[in-house]
């Protein structure tokens, strides 16, 4: 199952916390879709799903500057 | 999965019952906890009244002076900026400006926190002055300890004192 998150529109801290509390709800083997700007969120976002073991599937450039990440738990 | 890397640990002391500060501590405690640290916030002095039950002014305690700190004080509804309060004023026009740029306001970092698992002491030392018993708190309050227990669970974390 696929989940999606956009958090375009957050500032730090909730980028990282609305990342970390849907991956919490997902099953291992999911996986989720994360919309994010550049800057801090693409450089920080990322790294720290790794840190905590989560697989980074991809990572494209969308439109205005926006990321797409993929995520599996 | 990959193999997650061994959790750092942060531990903030929560001192100051000032509204901007308390915005910075549960901002770099949530920040913490979503970027894989292990957090534990401890709440001592002015900054108890952050965990405070009632959110407003409650003239919690038994003796005549505690009594009025704790009215006086109030609850987490009641943090005064640290500058330019304007008697009450500032927090609520900060907050707005908050809500105005899309910036996690303190009840939404609070309950960040909650969700996150970040581990929330209360000081015993502080409690017993103020006259706070932990029924007077909120429930995601730990554990009451004193700062040797604090110390020690605190051994192999950076320690942040806001």
Do not use: Y
């Not at chain 2, 110390?151 to 192999?156: A, H, I, K």
């Amino acid at each position: 199952m696929k989940h999606f998150l956009d958090i375009t529109r957050e500032t730090c801290p909730m980028t990282f916390v609305k990342v970390k509390l849907q991956l919490a709800k997902m099953d291992t083997g999911e996986q989720l879709e994360v919309l994010l700007n550049a800057g801090e969120p693409l450089e920080n976002v990322p790294r720290s799903c790794e840190e905590q073991g989560f697989k980074v599937l991809s990572n494209e450039p969308t439109d205005n500057d926006k990321h797409l990440l993929l995520i599996e738990k | 999965m990959s193999t997650p890397v061994d959790k750092k640990k942060i531990s903030i002391v929560c001192f100051s019952g000032d509204f901007d500060k308390m915005v910075a501590a549960f901002t770099v405690a949530t920040g913490a906890a979503a970027t894989n640290r292990e957090v534990t916030m401890f709440f001592t002095f002015w900054g108890l009244n952050a965990l405070k039950k009632k959110k407003g002014r409650v003239a919690t305690g038994n003796s005549l002076m505690a009594r009025a700190f704790n009215f006086l004080m109030g609850g987490i509804n009641n943090l005064p900026l640290s500058r330019l309060n304007f008697f009450g004023a500032s927090p609520i026009l900060m907050t707005k400006m908050m809500k105005d740029h899309n910036v996690a306001t303190l009840p939404e970092l609070v309950e960040a926190a909650h969700a996150l698992g970040i581990r929330i002491v209360a000081c015993e030392m502080a409690m017993k002055i103020l006259e706070v018993e932990q029924s007077d708190m909120i429930e995601e309050v730990e554990s009451v300890v004193g700062v040797a227990t604090f110390l020690n669970e605190s051994e192999n974390s950076h320690i942040i004192f806001i």
